[in-house]
């Protein structure tokens, strides 16, 4: 079966949907759903710019992609681009299920695929708006989905709008904040330096957001920066409580001071564990062991326990303690969560292991 896509003009085929022309997405699409070539109609002369077509080249490698003004002879499915159909509804409509209303059209009906270019300025727009809402994660925590990733989507929307940017540059973005974090808590001891080092470090919690949304966006995402991600994450939360350890001290305030840092190696040793289980899974180095494993258990009890441990909260909750004053106060706190944190992990850990033994005793029997 042949297939064809339409756009309503060129400027509508490289139109930039989150950062990648329309046309890139649509063929991405058209290579999911296994077709081997597919020609693009625009009622106009028009000449791929090397961008579009590098695009092409990454994401629907190997379809054969002709361009023209005219439909193909045989052409059998004709496809509105700016629809930006998916894989699997294109997957149907090949298989003969043409369901109406989604962008898919028989040759007879081929008309109604071309859209006027107000109609398709429209709904390319409503299109990279639902493209930057779909980066969210279904693991996200509450502050995360309230505020948090609203803040960091708009941040990706906005970098997205000024032209291709790579998910790496985000996560450098993240440093630079948790550096900033780090100085100020480091040489203003006390209150103020406390309070904007947990500014700072909230903000470093919506930015960390952004680098996995243009990943997500862009069809950029790699183990390689899910790994780099995590340890700046890492770092990062690592930073704040050593940083602000070091401030405690520096004010006088020895007792909490130890006791903060007695719970930081605890915090470091519980990562270290997490870091190197996902080294033996032989996947990207992250640290979500133990939210990964609790979330299968589907309960309710345990997703808010969960969403307590996560950055996105105790981020926000470390701003409010140190906002009214009582930033010794959650030295303490910190330590209780951290105690009860690592018990976690190490059952965790433990409970992996055990069905790893067994199979091992079954297959050496």
Known sequence: MSVAIVFASAEMASR??????????????????????????????????????????????????????????????????????PAAILRGALAGTIAPGTGVYSVESAPRA???????????????????????????GIVSRTINRPISQSITRLLLSLGPVRPYQATFGTMAVSIAMAATLLFFPGYHGQLWGGLLFQMASVVDGVDGEIARATFRATPMGATFDSLVDATTNLSFFACLIIN????GE??????????????????????????????????????????MRHSRVIIWLTWFTMRDFYALFALVIIAFGYAVAAAYIFAVIVTGWLIVVVATLLQRRVPSAVSSQTLDG
């Open 254 to 295: 020895t007792q909490a001071a130890l006791v903060g840092a007695v719970a930081l190696l605890g915090l470091a040793g519980g990562m270290t564990l997490l870091g190197i289980a996902a080294v033996s899974d032989r996947g990207p180095v992250t640290f979500n062991a133990v939210k990964d494993r609790l979330a």
């Open 16 to 85: 930039r949907v989150a950062a990648i022309p329309a046309v890139a997405r649509a063929l991405r699409e058209v290579a999911l759903s296994r077709v081997d070539s597919c020609t693009v109609c625009i009622p106009e002369s028009w000449s791929p710019p090397a961008f579009d077509l590098q695009e092409i080249e990454r994401l629907a490698p190997g379809l054969k992609v002709a361009f023209a003004r005219d439909l193909p002879a045989g052409c059998t499915l004709v496809v509105t681009g700016e629809a930006l159909v």
């Open 248 to 251: 405690f001290y520096l004010v």
């Open 114 to 140: 071309l859209l006027s270019v107000a109609a398709a300025d429209a709904l390319l727009r409503a299109q990279a708006r639902a493209v930057i809402a779909a980066t969210g994660k279904s693991g996200d």
